[in-house]
């Protein structure tokens, strides 16, 4: 469900509506992993910037909504440079971003930009690398907090510096040292209360880094989760609050960090464990809500969930080259009766389907115009096929074109020429 118009397809090809003018063979393509993922990214993909390649709150380019965003594009072994909706890529949108919401930020691009492949040490004319490695104090603390220096680890490591290298030992350290009674962690230097988003910071941190799962300080952070764990499966943002997908989402990531399925004993056994709760967040449109309560998902909360639904905790090895794929996130055309150049000897007949276990196609989003006049209304719409009389097209040759999306809003447009029976 990538290609989508306006506004941009998806994927690294040529554009859509070139490619289906031309009357390309439209052949399956790979498909992406069904099911709660593909879906997320079917929503992911919908809403890519067409001028710069990566995502938003609400439309434009943000490092932080970009960062999120190309984090569950690699984990699902997608190709960023495919990711497209206009000129620029989601790969590129990284390549050139600037965060500039401190060292946080900026260890997060890092991280972000090895996964997709690209060098931290030279991403947007900025070496991230060095930076937080001058942001890392002499007793190992990098900026201001846990959930700083648990980044700052996370970006080292997935630069290739190695647990036995001094920078990150002495960050690993550090976030030891900062753990609180409780087995979790906390942004605030006094007296705040733990929280389950910093201590999944610092247990992604501290395994990269080298600790086992066995080591005494993750065996007291996963108590700690458990501790603040919901009846629903979810997690709060702060204790005895209500689940939230963000929280939730990264949490789970910490399990799987820990050796662990979330889907499972003990963290599974109440109303279907985390992944359960963020299915359930999950809209018809592939988009995640943040909590019960909210009447509309977003591209942050959408993009942290699909990271838990693929499985793969912080920080991401890029795939190599030929091992990404690039699944068409629009629906495809699968078959047209007449095709390009054909006569009508029967109804015009376009069959067509979703990618698999992504949101489906929208019979709604069905629009078939013949000569540039809609004939919508006159066609028989299913999930599957339009059907059109012959009555309904005039002799001679006469242009078709078909608009098709899935719940997300990828949208592909056919356009042929087809010959009416008395033509």
């Not at 809609?374 to 028989?380: G, K, S, Y």
Request: hydrophobic letters at 45%; a positive charge; proline letters at 8%.
């Amino acid at each position: 469900m990538g290609a989508r118009a306006p506004g941009a397809g998806r994927r690294g090809r040529t554009p859509p509506l070139i490619a289906l003018a031309a009357c390309a063979v439209l052949a399956l393509p790979a498909t992406a992993l069904a099911g709660p993922l593909a879906q997320a990214l079917d929503h992911l993909a919908a809403r890519q910037d067409p001028d710069d390649g990566g995502f938003g709150a609400d439309g434009g380019t943000d490092p932080t909504y970009t960062s999120w965003a190309a984090l569950s594009v690699a984990a699902a072994r997608e190709d960023p440079a495919a990711w497209r909706a206009g000129r620029r890529s989601l790969r590129d949108a990284v390549a050139q971003a600037a965060d500039r919401n401190g060292i946080g930020g900026t260890a997060r691009l890092a991280v972000a930009a090895s996964a997709l492949g690209l060098d931290p040490r030279d991403t947007g004319g900025h070496n991230l690398v060095r930076a937080v490695l001058m942001a890392q104090a002499p007793d190992g603390a990098i900026g201001p907090d846990a959930a700083t220096t648990a980044w700052g680890v996370m970006a080292l490591t997935a630069a290739g510096l190695g647990p036995g290298s001094r920078s990150v030992a002495d960050g690993a350290a550090a976030l030891e040292r900062m753990q609180r009674p409780d087995g979790g962690w906390s942004i605030l230097e006094d007296g705040g209360a733990s929280t389950p988003i910093t201590t999944a910071d610092a247990i992604q941190a501290l395994v990269a880094a080298g600790r086992v799962p066995g080591a005494a300080s993750l065996r007291r952070a996963r108590a700690y989760l458990l501790s603040v764990q919901n009846a629903d499966g979810g997690f709060p943002t702060v204790a005895k609050g209500p689940s939230t997908a963000l929280t939730t989402a990264w949490v789970t990531l910490a399990i799987r960090a820990l050796g662990e399925r979330s889907s499972r004993p003990p963290w599974g056994d109440r109303s279907g464990g985390p992944l359960a709760l963020l299915a359930r967040l999950q809209g018809s449109d592939g988009g995640v809500r943040n909590a019960a309560g909210s009447t509309s998902s977003s591209v942050w909360a959408t993009s942290q969930a699909a990271l838990a639904f693929a499985g793969k905790p912080l920080p991401l090895v890029p795939p190599a080259p030929a091992a990404a794929t690039t699944p068409d996130r629009a629906p495809r055309v699968l078959e047209r009766s007449p095709g390009p150049g054909g006569r009508i000897t029967g109804p015009l007949v376009v069959r067509y389907a979703d990618d698999e276990g992504g949101t489906g196609v929208d019979p709604d989003s069905v629009r078939l115009h013949v000569e540039g006049r809609d004939v919508t209304l006159m066609a028989r719409v299913t999930p599957r096929e339009v059907v059109l009389s012959a009555l309904a097209i005039p002799s001679g040759t006469v242009r078709v074109r078909l608009t098709v999306a899935d719940r997300a809003g990828n949208v592909t447009i056919v356009r042929w020429r087809v010959v009416g029976a008395d033509g």
